[in-house]
């Protein structure tokens, strides 16, 4: 009786093709679980265990790696010593498998994959007997596509199966363990980066790129410079993730995952002036993200600037001929649209946490003014940047803007009114232009106070806190407008 091997992962039609095999005579041997597959649908099915008589090791890992399997498969019938070597080891011939792959390339597609899960998926017996079966196509029939079951049907019952056909389904095979080796090359090779060291020299560190987009920082396109660390990674996505936020012309300069100075303007020259002169002190080593094209001008202004990192959407030709005089800055070509991820994950000990990224946003037209005094026409416009801004901000968070640059930043406190005396200290300037943003609501009112003292007159903040009276009574006090946006944003 001829024996077929079925072992599939992608189990479209196996079981059709299963039954047309027996009703032509085929004992049929599989593995675990499509052999589970076909006792469920009726079909009778030995497992490979009948002809290895050696049990599945290693959770599956080993099950068809074995003398019986491979000697029946590759056996040339015409060489006599071949079919007398079987008959003195008692291995019986196979004489159709049918295999397709563990599903690596949908495996590793996924955006929280890990490294144990694509190593996990590289199947090691399917290859081996797709090429085994392969090579041995003129007495073995390899299926490795189910859309050709229905026709290797129809030849066998026709004894059609002549040496072409045969020779077309090893053509298929070979094309197919191409591929699939080729897409574990691309993931490893191009999936995993080793990074020279992590936040500091004594610890090992990798990049994993699961979609790598040519609007992410994974999918970025590096024109020059040398390679990327593990805290210049983390500082670019920061600024990247500011700037896209930006429809008109906008510069980020972002320092240790803060940003440091964020400008606007007419142009990205202007954009990138303002952002410099929020905190030129702070930009010194830094990374700069940049929403539009860089022309010469912005170049020549970038280029006198120590920076690790500079990114855009493209560069123009006489921008590179000037950024690149310098050997080991970092300029990378990236996409401005936003991406479409709408999740974030975080590990911590024992696992890791998912959660949906900050995307909300709030026009000011949806904001409320607590106070009796209302906002000028400037600090509206100074309110959008600012509430912009201060969410990409370490909490507790303080923003100081105007309506074209951040003036003042502070980032990472343990209370907030330490955060406002931060940026009110780091102040380029401080007048009745510049508000005051806070990614959390006041839980006292001391940060009103400091505020005013200082000479701020407008504040937005999400309100909430049970002492919110408080702080709108003192801002009426002390002639400060308070907006409410109901909306908070710490970022941890």
């Known amino acids: 009786m001829k024996k077929a091997l079925l072992s599939v992962s992608d189990k479209t039609g196996i079981i059709d093709f299963a039954q047309e095999l027996i009703l032509l005579g085929y004992e049929l041997y599989s593995t675990g679980g499509t052999m589970r597959h076909l006792e469920e649908n009726g079909v009778s099915v030995k497992s490979v265990i009948d002809l290895t008589q050696f049990p599945e090791i290693m959770n599956g890992r080993v099950k068809t790696l074995h003398p019986h399997i491979h000697g029946g498969i590759l056996a040339d019938r015409d060489v006599p010593e071949h079919i007398e070597s079987l008959k003195e080891l008692g291995i019986e011939?196979?004489?159709?498998?049918?295999?397709?792959?563990?599903?690596?390339?949908?495996?590793?597609?996924?955006?929280?994959?890990?490294?144990?899960?694509?190593?996990?998926?590289?199947?090691?017996?399917?290859?081996?007997?797709?090429?085994?079966?392969?090579?041995?196509?003129?007495?073995?029939?390899?299926?490795?596509?189910?859309?050709d079951y229905k026709t290797v049907i129809e030849k066998l019952k026709h004894n059609a199966a002549d040496y072409y056909f045969r020779k077309s389904l090893m053509i298929k095979v070979f094309q197919h363990t191409n591929r699939y080796d080729a897409a574990i090359v691309n993931f490893f090779s191009d999936q995993v980066t080793t990074l020279r060291y992590g936040e500091n020299p004594q610890q090992k560190a990798r990049f994993i790129k699961t979609s790598p987009t040519p609007n992410t920082i994974a999918g970025a396109k590096q024109l020059h410079g040398k390679e990327l660390s593990y805290n210049n990674i983390k500082d670019a996505d920061a600024a990247l993730q500011l700037v896209k936020k930006f429809k008109v012309p906008a510069a980020v300069a972002v320092k240790h995952m803060n940003p440091c100075g964020v400008g606007t303007g007419e142009t990205i020259t202007e954009a990138f002036s303002n952002a410099y002169s929020a905190d030129n002190q702070s930009v010194f080593g830094g990374i700069i993200s940049l929403n539009k094209p860089v022309d010469e001008q912005t170049a020549a202004l970038l280029k006198n600037i120590f920076l690790e990192?500079?990114?855009a959407p493209s560069f123009t030709a006489e921008a590179l001929e000037l950024l690149t005089m310098k050997k080991n800055i970092r300029l990378l070509e990236i996409l401005m649209d936003e991406e479409e991820e709408d999740e974030e994950f975080v590990s911590v000990s024992g696992g890791y946490l998912v959660q949906e990224k900050d995307n909300a946003e709030i026009d000011i037209s949806d904001m409320s003014v607590a106070t009796k005094g209302q906002p000028t026409a400037d600090q509206w416009k100074a309110i959008e940047l600012g509430w912009t801004v201060v969410k990409s901000v370490k909490s507790n968070a303080i923003v100081l803007s105007t309506d074209?640059?951040?003036?003042?930043?502070?980032?990472?406190?343990?209370?907030?009114?330490?955060?406002?005396?931060?940026?009110?200290?780091?102040?380029?300037?401080?007048?009745?232009?510049?508000?005051?943003?806070?990614?959390?609501?006041?839980?006292?009112?001391?940060?009103?106070?400091?505020?005013?003292?200082?000479?701020?007159?407008?504040?937005?903040?999400?309100?909430?806190?049970?002492?919110?009276?408080?702080?709108?009574?003192?801002?009426?006090?002390?002639?400060?407008?308070?907006?409410?946006t109901g909306m908070r944003h710490f970022k941890h």
Do not use: W
């Open 93 to 147: 011939l196979i004489d159709l498998v049918a295999v397709n792959l563990y599903p690596f390339e949908q495996v590793v597609s996924q955006h929280d994959v890990t490294e144990a899960d694509a190593v996990e998926n590289i199947d090691i017996g399917g290859p081996t007997m797709l090429r085994a079966s392969a090579k041995n196509f003129r007495h073995v029939l390899t299926v490795v596509n189910p859309e």
């Open 309 to 311: 990192v500079i990114i």
């Open 404 to 484: 074209k640059q951040t003036v003042g930043i502070g980032a990472g406190q343990m209370n907030r009114v330490g955060s406002a005396k931060i940026a009110i200290e780091r102040a380029v300037e401080i007048n009745d232009h510049v508000i005051m943003a806070s990614d959390g609501f006041f839980p006292m009112s001391d940060t009103v106070k400091t505020a005013a003292d200082a000479g701020i007159r407008c504040i937005v903040q999400p309100g909430g806190s049970i002492k919110d009276q408080e702080s709108i009574d003192l801002a009426d006090e002390l002639g400060i407008a308070m907006v409410m």
